[in-house]
């Protein structure tokens, strides 16, 4: 049987041709007029992108590079930091503080769960410099409440600093409007390219901030960063291929919003959650648990069927159809199957999955299985969204 190898993990994510294609002709040199157009061009679209006013940097390296960046720029050795955690990239945040030597007061809740409002501000203290959070907790497929975080720090002096390298482009911020001091992104995410890239924007106090931070820093230098980008060049040698990559994601994008990127942008994450409901609707009438408890339209988590391992069906899946699905993280690992729901994917790629993920079910456990349960479930998901759009 003919197979074609897809990517359905919550990163790396699938690729825009169009990307592809602008990263074989990138054969410019980063100091040169040709580059600088580019690169000014693509960091005003990662603005509208992102929707803030704020300025954006871009880093060569993946998510975790910005994550150690924000720490970095905005702490001092013994700064007293809030962590929310509830997953391995909560834990990330963790390791992070701790590296940098900020006085690290960690909010943990289990795997699956998030936090309430009132248990973060129960740890909210005035002299809490910064919080850290995921918008979406990829190894769980949660999704923490942002916009309720950004009102508990309104007002005060600490700085809310955002890991959304899978919530952006699957999750609808106001970043300026409900003050987001720091929001992350990759770019093997919702932006359709290969990893290397990272962004994130900064408010004006999170710019102060790094006046006064003594943490040391110098390739993660934002200040430094900000100061090339404005003329349309990186402080080091950039991912010329790369940029020319995310360029071409952003305009395919402003294509789809037919010449209006912001409505590119929304229509995208109106895709994940469409995408992600087709998914859980289709995994309850297979009988199948979900993980989370806030649900992410970035990724879905599924609890593995009694008597079978997750790690048994991201390897039937990858045998039978070349598909790759991702299995839980370290402890979860065997326990949690993680669909993502991130860029170069629609509602065809999600029946797919769903056809897929059936097949394997049914070889696996044939007595509790039947074929087109799902499939029909999610079908009649996209037959509303569309009579919905219809009406509109």
Not at 289 to 296: D, M, Q, R, T
């Amino acid at each position: 049987m003919f197979r074609k190898t897809r990517l359905f993990t919550p990163g790396p994510t699938p690729l825009l041709p169009a990307a592809q294609f602008a990263m074989a002709a990138a054969d410019l040199h980063h100091r040169t007029p040709e580059f600088r157009a580019l690169y000014l061009k693509v960091l005003a679209q990662l603005k509208v992108f992102v929707g803030t006013s704020n300025d954006v940097v871009v880093l060569a390296s993946s998510g975790t590079g910005a994550m150690e960046a924000a720490v970095t720029n905005l702490t001092s050795p013994g700064d007293k930091v809030l962590v929310l955690s509830a997953g391995k990239f909560g834990e990330r945040w963790v390791s992070l503080a701790k590296a940098y030597h900020c006085e690290t007061v960690v909010l943990s809740k289990p795997y699956g769960q998030t936090f309430t409002v009132k248990e973060v501000q129960a740890q909210l203290t005035p002299d809490v410099k910064a919080v850290f959070v995921q918008a979406t907790e990829t190894s769980t497929g949660v999704r923490h409440d942002v916009k309720a975080l950004a009102q508990l720090v309104k007002g005060t002096d600490t700085l809310l600093v955002v890991d959304a390298i899978t919530g952006l482009g699957t999750t609808a911020f106001d970043v300026d409007g409900d003050g987001i001091d720091v929001i992350i992104g990759g770019s093997q995410k919702a932006l359709m390219i290969p990893p290397g890239l990272s962004f994130l924007s900064a408010s004006d106090r999170a710019w102060a901030r790094m006046e006064t931070s003594t943490n040391p820093r110098y390739y993660f230098d934002l200040r430094k960063e900000r100061k090339s980008c404005a003329k349309g060049e990186s402080a080091y040698t950039p991912a010329v291929a790369l940029i020319a990559a995310m360029g071409a994601a952003l305009d395919y994008l402003e294509q789809q919003g037919s010449g209006d990127l912001a409505k590119g942008r929304d229509l995208l994450v109106a895709n994940a959650e469409l995408c992600a409901l087709c998914m859980r609707t289709a995994a309850a009438a297979l009988g199948l648990e979900l993980f989370s408890a806030s649900h992410a339209a970035a990724v879905t988590a599924l609890k593995a069927p009694e008597g079978v391992s997750s790690s048994d069906l991201v390897k039937g899946f990858k045998k039978e159809f070349a598909g790759v699905l991702s299995d839980g993280q370290g402890e979860m690992k065997g326990q949690i199957l993680r669909i993502a729901h991130i860029g170069y994917l629609d509602y065809l790629d999600c029946i797919a999955i769903i056809a897929g993920l059936e097949q394997v079910l049914a070889q696996l456990k044939p007595e509790s299985f039947q074929y087109g349960d799902g499939l029909r479930a999610a079908q009649l998901v996209y037959a509303k969204a569309r009579q919905n759009v219809d009406k509109s």
